[in-house]
């Protein structure tokens, strides 16, 4: 069946329906991976978002369930060059068409991926339609692409109720915004025991339970829409609790303590992001997903100073808090299906934890 995705701009790319069949409207962003396809289509980071791959083969070693970042796939919608027909891998359970079907994620294969990446990389971020209607007049369809935007994720892709993953060691509480399930599992590999919180959950719920640490995770949206949150935020950075912060969870802390976000280009989604470590001056491949940073001419440098920039743009991809135990990254050192340069970030949590 034939499939359209139309940009807000008005350019049209036809392709071939792959997954659900029902008509979607979006932000449309891109993915540099090589793999972990799976990962992306899981991370909760990606709601109110359709996801383009710029890898032309997608689907080649199947849907392996144990990778699943959250109990459910998020993008509104999936856009490729090919899906692999006939997937090859000993761990392998599904197709990533029966997946996509199953999800109820409508996408569109057999497009020209590199000039739409292209585009979205010119013109930066836009919204867009997946439709099987083949539309003879754009108007009144352009008018509804442009209304789009995306707001309410992070309460969309929180977990409903608290819960615990046991261990002997140090106990942390994260706050999960949208969280993959790597973040817990980085952390409870390392002895930790878990207990993961709702976006909601007062901080004063959170500091009563005594942790050693607190983790702020990733998640989707524009950081500055979650007002009430951030206001809970700001109680945690006043307790001497010490944190650890990814992502939207490191846009958060920064919006909390008197400094603002930016929404970029086109943003930074993918697994081969070079960190510059300014304190050593070490360089790290990362993954990210996000389409926003912090300004970091808003930030007071008595509160906070930058601990790592992106070498492709300068923008920040960390903070140090001064006179607190609290630092925070833009990027990704719980990736999977990698690269994993950044883990001993975890490692560092913990030595805070212990007072080292």
């Not at 909601?200 to 007002?227: F, Q, R, Y």
């Amino acid at each position: 069946m034939k499939a359209f995705l139309i940009l807000e701009d008005g350019t049209v790319f036809e392709g071939v329906s792959i997954g659900s069949k029902r008509e979607i409207i979006s932000e449309i962003v891109f993915n540099t991976s090589m793999t972990g396809y799976l990962e992306v289509l899981t991370d909760p980071s990606y709601a109110g978002q359709a996801v383009v791959m710029t890898y032309p083969l997608i689907g080649n070693y199947g849907i392996c369930l144990e990778d699943m970042e959250s109990k459910q796939a998020w993008p509104d919608g999936y856009i490729v060059r090919e899906l692999s027909r006939i997937p090859s891998n000993f761990r392998s359970g599904d197709t990533i068409q029966h997946f996509l079907e199953q999800q109820d994620i409508p996408g569109i294969s057999g497009i020209d991926t590199r000039a739409l990446t292209k585009i979205l990389r010119e013109k930066g971020t836009m919204n867009g339609m997946i439709t099987t209607v083949e539309y003879g007049d754009l108007t009144d369809v352009l008018k509804r692409i442009r209304e789009y935007s995306v707001t309410g994720v992070v309460l969309k892709t929180t977990t409903k109720e608290p819960y615990v993953l046991p261990g002997e060691g140090k106990k942390v509480a994260l706050l999960d915004y949208g969280a993959k399930r790597n973040i817990a599992r980085s952390l409870n590999e390392r002895g930790c025991q878990v207990t993961v919180y709702p976006a909601d959950t007062p901080a004063e719920t959170v500091l009563a339970s005594k942790p050693d640490g607190i983790m702020l995770s990733n998640g989707p949206g524009d950081p500055a829409e979650n007002v009430e949150i951030i206001r809970e935020v700001k109680k945690l950075y006043d307790s001497e609790v010490p944190i650890f912060a990814i992502c939207l969870g490191h846009q958060l802390m920064a919006l909390a303590t008197g400094g603002k976000t930016y929404k970029l280009k086109y943003g930074h989604r993918g697994g081969n992001h070079p960190v510059k470590d300014l304190e050593t001056g070490r360089v790290y491949i990362s993954s990210q997903n996000h389409g926003y940073a912090v300004d970091m001419d808003s930030l007071d440098p008595k509160v906070a100073v930058e601990a790592f920039v992106n070498v492709n743009d300068g923008t920040n991809e960390g903070l140090k808090y001064v006179g607190k135990n609290i630092f925070t990254v833009q990027y990704h050192p719980e990736a999977c299906p990698g690269p994993q340069d950044s883990g001993y970030l975890f490692d560092r949590f913990i030595r805070m934890m212990e007072g080292k």
